[in-house]
């Protein structure tokens, strides 16, 4: 599946780039449903995975609940319906309105699912961003059993016995000194972050698909950030985009003189999840005999 692909594309990339090279948000999981699929048409196999998202009756036992609410505003903003009328012939020319609609929907729908999945790794890079050295083998184990540690209070009663006690076991092989250095490690990422830091990171993070979507140039989201927030501390732009890059998320519209680049009250007014989970989300098994009835 594209979302799992997604995933292992995050590690990856992060083991194998240092910080200042790492991308996020950058058009991977819309990329891996297209190769899926090898085709732009919307088939039936296509059609039928966005209406798992888009327009299956149970709808709220789905994974990405603010993703489809954040794709569903974007529609609204653009003039489209909620729903995509998947009844009308399947048109054979790809500039036909049909298919650049259904492109636009499948291209939204994935940046949103996109955006929270990566807002999960990224959280998690931040907490424990040791994992990542790909230099430090042993700083890597030792951030892992702290990452494991932080999150048994929530994972305990969902792994069996049996892997519990393999995960202590594995624990023997530390120092006393190691030990001390997880344990802080640990309780230093079990607190909740502070919320009010989080604001500007989250706002922009949660807004990325409509800057890279209609091409916002840094200075574009700077402004939006400054009436969205008042005065920041980012003295220039420079120092604003590099804060971005050195988190992964890159502006890449050029500098223009317009007043209001696309969307602007959407990113303005708009509110963003503001609490998400960091763990990933799962799915809901849909049988396809069933899908298709209701389809």
């Not at 653009?78 to 012939?89: I, N």
């Amino acid at each position: 599946m594209a979302v799992f692909k997604l995933r292992d594309q995050h590690a990856q990339h992060c083991l194998r780039q240092p910080p200042e090279r790492r991308r996020f948000q950058s058009r991977r999981l819309i990329k891996n449903f297209y190769k899926a699929y090898q085709s732009l048409a919307p088939d039936k196999n296509v059609l039928l995975s966005y209406w798992w998202f888009c327009g299956y009756p149970r709808e709220d036992d789905l994974p990405y609940k603010e993703a489809r609410q954040q794709h569903y505003a974007e529609l609204k903003a653009r003039g489209f319906q909620k729903e995509f009328d998947a009844a009308r012939p399947v048109p054979k020319s790809r500039n036909d309105p049909t298919i650049k609609e259904f492109a636009f929907r499948l291209d939204s729908l994935a940046s949103w699912i996109e955006a929270h999945e990566s807002w999960i790794f990224w959280r998690g890079l931040c907490n424990h961003p040791a994992m990542w050295d790909r230099h430090d083998p042993k700083a890597r184990k030792r951030a892992m059993a702290a990452s494991l540690i932080c999150g048994m209070r929530t994972i305990a009663n969902e792994l069996p016995d049996r892997m519990i006690m393999g995960f202590v076991k594995d624990f023997r092989e530390w120092s006393r000194s190691e030990w001390a250095q997880i344990l802080k490690s640990a309780a230093q990422h079990c607190d909740n972050p502070n919320e009010d830091d989080l604001r500007l990171e989250t706002w922009v993070w949660w807004r990325y698909p409509i800057f890279s979507r209609y091409r916002w140039s840094a200075a574009e989201v700077r402004r939006a950030a400054m009436e969205k927030f008042g005065k920041m501390h980012h003295v220039n732009q420079a120092s604003f985009q590099l804060f971005w890059v050195r988190r992964g998320l890159r502006f890449t519209g050029k500098r223009q003189k317009r007043q209001r680049p696309p969307l602007w009250d959407f990113v303005i007014n708009k509110e963003v999840p503001s609490k998400i989970s960091l763990r990933y989300p799962t799915f809901v098994a849909i049988p396809y005999g069933q899908a298709r009835s209701q389809s």
